[in-house]
């Protein structure tokens, strides 16, 4: 039996108008908006349904089989029916470098109930659905469309922050050309935001790449999309590196022994190390790891990934992990917790998953790193006391060369004085609550 929507919209002859030159006051001032949006009620869904999805959009096919967006679509509403389209006016290239030509037709809502309706296991029979209201958004640009898609779908409107890296995923590319593929189940569930906030922010703070502290201008962009352009240069910076760590990541995996490389403040630390080593010069994960620095690679390959906890299902694992994680950094030695003693309950072990813990255990890994990459593994040395001085010394020295090309660009000058003026950059006292630490 057919499901038919009763609607006065249906009524409208001709069934298509037209929006322009649509001028509206907000508080902070006049804005004008030219871009051409047109209504339209599509009696052909099909032809919806075969158009490509948002570039950037987030895994629809991995979202659609969660239980609650499978309960939200697996019931037909007459707001299901509205859907948005974004299409090109003119020519344009992506940032990956693709070319779309004017007329190219994206998805931008949509994506997740679609996905959902062609399961051939969904109560919703796609035949039933007889008409479509489209709301077609016209822009010049793939910029402009992109602007429009994450002010229907930004955090604000429940696109959760795994989302939008697994949506920055999609430009990224291989040496050959090809789609990235992650190896690690956390790099491809997007599972890295404080690992890359820590990593960018230790490293950059003169790229202004915290997502923490991104703020909006009030005017032209909303803190999420100011966030995603933050999300999306961390992953630039750190291209290649977030690569090799994916690829230790899935090593461990492969042996069941990932806990302690899945570590954000180890990860982060890693990152950094691998950096400065010299990761963004090679062209593949092989090339960098065939010469990376042999200390360091002997540390992961023969301490971290072999690392097991004895009691898995031991309620104080997590302590386990934040006294041993640093132990065997600082000591080189597998630490067996098969003895219960009270000693590894130490006051000062600090939670590395909250934003309390996880910059001290950045700092004290990294330090180990360091030591072990100029020392070798079993480098017993006493641990660094004032860790937080020591990995300012070492970002200086690593990174003057960086901020010198940074800063002798006239467009990252401009871009910094902007930032200070509109807002971008944070007040002393951030938000310590934020949405970052959410894949802790």
């Given at each position: 039996?057919?499901?038919?929507?009763?609607?006065?919209?249906?009524?409208?002859?001709?069934?298509?108008?037209?929006?322009?030159?649509?001028?509206?006051?907000?508080?902070?001032?006049?804005?004008?908006?030219?871009?051409?949006?047109?209504?339209?009620?599509?009696?052909?869904?099909?032809?919806?349904?075969?158009?490509?999805?948002?570039?950037?959009?987030?895994?629809?096919?991995?979202?659609?089989?969660?239980?609650?967006?499978?309960?939200?679509?697996?019931?037909?509403?007459?707001?299901?029916?509205?859907?948005?389209?974004?299409?090109?006016?003119?020519?344009?290239?992506?940032?990956?470098?693709?070319?779309?030509?004017?007329?190219?037709?994206?998805?931008?809502?949509?994506?997740?109930?679609?996905?959902?309706?062609?399961?051939?296991?969904?109560?919703?029979?796609?035949?039933?659905?007889?008409?479509?209201?489209?709301?077609?958004?016209?822009?010049?640009?793939?910029?402009?469309?992109?602007?429009?898609?994450?002010?229907?779908?930004?955090?604000?409107?429940?696109?959760?922050?795994?989302?939008?890296?697994?949506g920055i995923y999609k430009s990224l590319k291989d040496d050959k050309g090809m789609p990235w593929q992650?190896?690690?189940?956390?790099?491809?569930?997007?599972?890295?935001?404080?690992?890359?906030?820590?990593?960018?922010?230790?490293?950059?703070?003169?790229?202004?790449?915290?997502?923490?502290?991104?703020?909006?201008?009030?005017?032209?962009?909303?803190?999420?999309?100011?966030?995603?352009?933050?999300?999306?240069?961390?992953?630039?910076?750190?291209?290649?590196?977030?690569?090799?760590?994916?690829?230790?990541?899935?090593?461990?995996?492969?042996?069941?022994?990932?806990?302690?490389?899945?570590?954000?403040?180890?990860?982060?630390?890693?990152?950094?190390?691998?950096?400065?080593?010299?990761?963004?010069?090679?062209?593949?994960?092989?090339?960098?790891?065939?010469?990376?620095?042999?200390?360091?690679?002997?540390?992961?390959?023969?301490?971290?990934?072999?690392?097991?906890?004895?009691?898995?299902?031991?309620?104080?694992?997590?302590?386990?992990?934040?006294?041993?994680?640093?132990?065997?950094?600082?000591?080189?030695?597998?630490?067996?917790?098969?003895?219960?003693?009270?000693?590894?309950?130490?006051?000062?072990?600090?939670?590395?998953?909250?934003?309390?813990?996880?910059?001290?255990?950045?700092?004290?890994?990294?330090?180990?790193?360091?030591?072990?990459?100029?020392?070798?593994?079993?480098?017993?040395?006493?641990?660094?006391?004032?860790?937080?001085?020591?990995?300012?010394?070492?970002?200086?020295?690593?990174?003057?060369?960086?901020?010198?090309?940074?800063?002798?660009?006239?467009?990252?000058?401009?871009?910094?004085?902007?930032?200070?003026v509109s807002g971008f950059l944070p007040d002393d006292?951030?938000?310590?609550?934020?949405?970052?630490?959410?894949?802790?």
């Amino acid at each position: 039996m057919g499901y038919t929507i009763s609607n006065s919209l249906t009524q409208y002859k001709p069934n298509l108008c037209i929006v322009q030159n649509v001028e509206y006051r907000a508080n902070k001032g006049q804005y004008n908006m030219n871009d051409e949006i047109t209504f339209m009620i599509d009696k052909n869904p099909l032809r919806f349904f075969e158009l490509a999805e948002w570039l950037t959009n987030r895994d629809s096919q991995s979202r659609a089989k969660t239980p609650n967006i499978k309960s939200v679509f697996n019931h037909l509403y007459p707001d299901h029916l509205i859907v948005m389209e974004g299409i090109l006016t003119e020519d344009d290239e992506w940032i990956d470098g693709t070319k779309y030509p004017a007329g190219s037709s994206f998805r931008l809502d949509g994506n997740s109930r679609i996905e959902v309706w062609m399961n051939s296991n969904t109560p919703v029979n796609i035949s039933d659905i007889e008409q479509l209201y489209v709301i077609q958004y016209r822009a010049k640009t793939l910029k402009e469309l992109e602007s429009m898609y994450y002010r229907m779908n930004s955090v604000d409107a429940s696109e959760t922050t795994k989302d939008i890296y697994k949506g920055i995923y999609k430009s990224l590319k291989d040496d050959k050309g090809m789609p990235w593929q992650w190896k690690s189940s956390k790099f491809r569930g997007g599972e890295i935001s404080m690992l890359m906030e820590y990593a960018a922010t230790k490293l950059f703070p003169h790229r202004i790449l915290s997502v923490k502290k991104a703020k909006s201008d009030g005017v032209s962009q909303t803190t999420s999309k100011v966030k995603i352009t933050m999300r999306r240069k961390q992953m630039d910076q750190f291209a290649m590196s977030m690569r090799v760590l994916d690829h230790f990541i899935r090593y461990a995996e492969v042996h069941k022994t990932e806990k302690v490389m899945r570590d954000n403040p180890l990860g982060a630390a890693l990152l950094g190390f691998f950096w400065a080593d010299g990761a963004e010069d090679h062209d593949n994960v092989k090339s960098y790891t065939k010469g990376m620095n042999r200390h360091v690679a002997q540390l992961i390959t023969n301490q971290l990934i072999p690392m097991k906890f004895l009691k898995d299902d031991d309620q104080n694992n997590e302590v386990h992990m934040n006294f041993a994680g640093n132990r065997l950094l600082r000591d080189a030695s597998v630490y067996d917790n098969s003895m219960d003693s009270d000693s590894i309950f130490q006051p000062t072990i600090r939670d590395r998953s909250s934003s309390n813990g996880a910059g001290p255990a950045y700092n004290a890994a990294l330090c180990d790193i360091l030591k072990i990459a100029n020392s070798g593994l079993y480098n017993r040395a006493a641990p660094v006391v004032d860790t937080e001085k020591m990995i300012d010394k070492w970002v200086a020295k690593v990174t003057a060369d960086d901020q010198l090309d940074f800063f002798s660009n006239p467009v990252n000058q401009r871009m910094v004085s902007n930032l200070v003026v509109s807002g971008f950059l944070p007040d002393d006292d951030e938000d310590e609550n934020d949405d970052e630490n959410e894949d802790s």
